[in-house]
């Protein structure tokens, strides 16, 4: 290796050590203040719905049919208060997205579970059905404490997300580090 490329290799698992760090502390700062993180990402999501809601409406003055029209402008019109209501209502918006985070578990773990018993016979076929028992455990969960759940459940799957995400930069960094 040269010496241009190991330079090049070491600013970026600096750069890597960094936001490994970053991600690190966020998600301990996530799980620490479950409750911040959780409003954080309603309002994230609220801001997506917003923007989803102005590409509707963009959508509807590009679309050659009635029909297709009033469809973009309905849409647009549902985005956009969802998207009002969650930035106005950050905390209603928190429980509403814990209580759909809860649906879509159960409803995953189910799909495995139907998914398990297609492919039981294969090789390691065991990990699906393992997948869908926590999955359904998660959901159970967050199910039977709603709506206090919604007070740290998102903003502590956040944080350990983001825990994790730190630790595989940082491990990566690592490795690329003494390849070079």
Same mark, same amino acid.
């Given at each position: 290796?040269?010496?241009?490329?190991?330079?090049?290799?070491?600013?970026?698992?600096?750069?890597?050590?960094?936001?490994?760090?970053?991600?690190?502390?966020?998600?301990?700062?996530?799980?620490?203040?479950?409750?911040?993180?959780?409003?954080?990402?309603?309002i #994230?999501? =609220?801001?997506v719905?917003? &923007?989803? $809601?102005?590409?509707? !409406?963009? @959508? %509807?003055?590009?679309?050659? *049919?009635?029909?297709?029209?009033?469809?973009?402008?309905?849409?647009?019109?549902?985005?956009?208060?969802?998207?009002?209501?969650?930035?106005?209502?950050?905390?209603?918006?928190?429980?509403?997205?814990?209580?759909?985070?809860?649906?879509?578990?159960?409803?995953?773990?189910?799909?495995?579970?139907?998914?398990?018993?297609q492919?039981?016979?294969? #090789?390691? =076929?065991?990990?699906?059905? &393992?997948? $869908?028992?926590?999955? !359904?455990? @998660? %959901?159970?969960?967050?199910? *039977?404490?709603?709506?206090?759940?919604?007070?740290w459940?998102?903003?502590?799957?956040?944080?350990?997300?983001?825990?994790?995400?730190?630790?595989?930069?940082?491990?990566?960094?690592?490795?690329?580090?003494?390849?070079?």
């Open positions: 290796m040269n010496d241009e490329s190991k330079a090049k290799g070491g600013s970026g698992t600096r750069s890597m050590i960094f936001w490994g760090i970053v991600m690190l502390i966020c998600g301990i700062a996530a799980i620490a203040l479950p409750l911040v993180s959780g409003i954080g990402v309603a #994230i999501v =609220a801001w719905l917003i &923007f989803a $809601a102005v590409s509707h !409406l963009f @959508l %509807a003055f590009h679309t050659h *049919s009635v029909g297709g029209v009033l469809w973009q402008i309905l849409l647009a019109l549902i985005y956009g208060a969802a998207g009002v209501f969650m930035i106005m209502n950050p905390l209603a918006g928190l429980v509403t997205l814990t209580l759909v985070l809860a649906i879509f578990l159960l409803i995953e773990a189910a799909l495995e579970t139907a998914l398990y018993f492919v039981r016979r294969a #090789i390691n =076929a065991g990990w699906i059905l &393992f997948d $869908a028992i926590v999955t !359904l455990i @998660l %959901a159970i969960l967050i199910w *039977s404490q709603w709506p206090s759940s919604s007070l459940f998102i903003g502590t799957i956040i944080g350990i997300s983001l825990i994790f995400s730190g630790i595989s930069r940082l491990s990566l960094a690592a490795a690329m580090r003494r390849r070079a």
